[in-house]
T-cell receptor
Framework: QKEVEQNSGPLSVPEGAIASLNCTYS??????FFWYRQYSGKSPELIMS????GDKEDGRFTAQLNKASQYVSLLIRDSQPSDSATYLC?????????????FGRGTQLTVWP | NAGVTQTPKFQVLKTGQSMTLQCAQD?????MYWYRQDPGMGLRLIYY???????DKGEVPNGYNVSRLNKREFSLRLESAAPSQTSVYFC??????????FGSGTRLTVV
């Protein structure tokens, strides 16, 4: 069972704050990790990928991976109302057929002015 | 560069009708996927294809068929639509070691 769990939402933060989104996965041999942002009524959009332990920063976004704890997170610094969306965590395991992604159910983030 | 193109964007069907959802990608990706997304259920894989001429079932294949017409195109067919197939359908393609690129989706309502 390749489960991907995300912290239950919704998450609400004020503008300018740090939003922290968390994800755990059950398959210990998982090797690729992705964060998608999905605005209401739109398709998921890839915003971050991370493959090795540690932090990866891209602008206001930081992805953190800890394979020993089977944990991946996304930090959004200086949150803006335009960051309000559902964030999906996705994982590829070493044994994934055809490299398919396994998705969490998403965390809804609201950034209020 | 259009990425992944899905048609139609919206569709209303009557129970028992059939239709085909079209998907095409221009990124030369080998792998293509069809997902459905329902409130509270997340993204669920219907079918996928590793390459032209090969397809495999995902988690929820019942009531659907697919065709990988060539490397670019991967279509999803509903032979006899049911209200339970009311959903948002996404096509995606993937390059090895990267994430999916999604199409814009098809909102299907079966009445």
């Amino acid at each position: 069972q390749k489960e991907v769990e995300q912290n239950s939402g919704p998450l609400s933060v004020p503008e300018g704050a740090i939003a922290s989104l968390n994800c755990t996965y059950s398959d210990r041999v998982s090797q690729s990790f992705f964060w998608y942002r999905q605005y209401s009524g739109k398709s998921p959009e890839l915003i971050m990928s991370i493959y090795s332990n540690g932090d990866k920063e891209d602008g206001r976004f930081t992805a953190q991976l800890n394979k020993a704890s089977q944990y991946v997170s996304l930090l959004i610094r200086d949150s803006q109302p335009s960051d309000s969306a559902t964030y999906l965590c996705a994982v590829v395991t070493r044994g994934s057929t055809l490299g398919r992604l396994y998705f969490g159910r998403g965390t809804q983030l609201t950034v209020w002015p | 560069n259009a990425g992944v193109t899905q048609t139609p964007k919206f569709q209303v069907l009557k129970t028992g009708q059939s239709m085909t959802l079209q998907c095409a990608q221009d990124m030369n990706h080998n792998s293509m996927y069809w997902y459905r997304q329902d409130p509270g259920m997340g993204l669920r894989l219907i079918y996928y294809s590793a390459s032209e001429g090969t397809t495999d079932k995902g988690e929820v294949p019942n009531g659907y068929n697919v065709s990988r017409l060539n490397k670019r195109e991967f279509s999803l067919r509903l032979e006899s639509a049911a209200p339970s197939q009311t959903s948002v359908y996404f096509c995606a393609s993937r390059e090895v070691n990267y994430g999916y690129t999604f199409g814009s989706g098809t909102r299907l309502t079966v009445v």
